[in-house]
């Protein structure tokens, strides 16, 4: 199993194809990562979501939403990353049909579950960056989410190569084209959200 983070391409070649369960579990874990980040860092968050609301409600309305979008915000990463596994298998797989890909979707939709492990290895610098700084966005969490993109592109690029039976480079462009598209919708969600 380690091999497919030090060499992905030989770890689906030999793989062949994997089991659900264990496709299942890695999203699995890496939504309870994220409840873990949230919980552990709720303060920050909730003085974050009082200073958006700042004159705009009164005290106590801001307080009585931020209780009640706190239970919603714990239970959003679990719910949040298996939607975004569908979401990114799905449109891996369409891109990867144009590029001329072959093999039906269950064995693209297991592989791109892989592509959580990078977040998941990540997650103590992660949670350690956070837990120093006390902050959500800052330039060290930018550099880690970075390298976490690139490493989450190699290991789906050699995952869609040999789901779909494609070239490398057909196989990343399959990969390249949702990635960009979800980071550049996530980008643009965030720039356009009221302040």
Do not use: C
């Not at 497919?4 to 194809?17: A, C, H, I, K, M």
């Not at 997650?123 to 550099?143: A, G, R, Y």
């Amino acid at each position: 199993m380690l091999k497919v983070l030090t060499n992905p391409d030989e770890f689906f070649r030999e793989s062949g194809d994997v089991n659900f369960v264990v496709s299942f579990v890695i999203v699995l874990i890496s939504g309870i990562l994220g409840v873990i980040m949230i919980y552990a860092n709720m303060d920050i968050l909730k003085e974050a979501m009082l200073r958006q609301l700042s004159g705009k409600v009164s005290e106590e309305q801001a307080k009585f939403i931020v209780e009640s979008i706190k239970y919603m915000l714990l239970i959003t990463p679990i719910a949040g990353t298996f939607i975004g596994w569908l979401i990114l298998a799905a449109l891996i797989h369409g891109v990867s049909a144009l590029l001329g890909g072959k093999g039906d979707f269950s064995k693209t939709f297991k592989f791109t579950a892989f592509g959580y492990i990078p977040s998941i290895v990540l997650f103590p610098i992660t949670f350690s960056i956070v837990q120093m700084t006390q902050e959500l966005t800052n330039v060290p969490l930018m550099v880690v989410g970075i390298a976490s993109t690139i490493w989450q592109f190699a290991i789906l690029t050699f995952a869609i190569k040999h789901a779909r039976n494609l070239d490398t480079t057909r196989a990343a462009i399959s990969v390249a084209v949702p990635i960009v598209i979800l980071t550049t919708l996530s980008l643009m969600g965030k720039l356009f959200r009221p302040m």
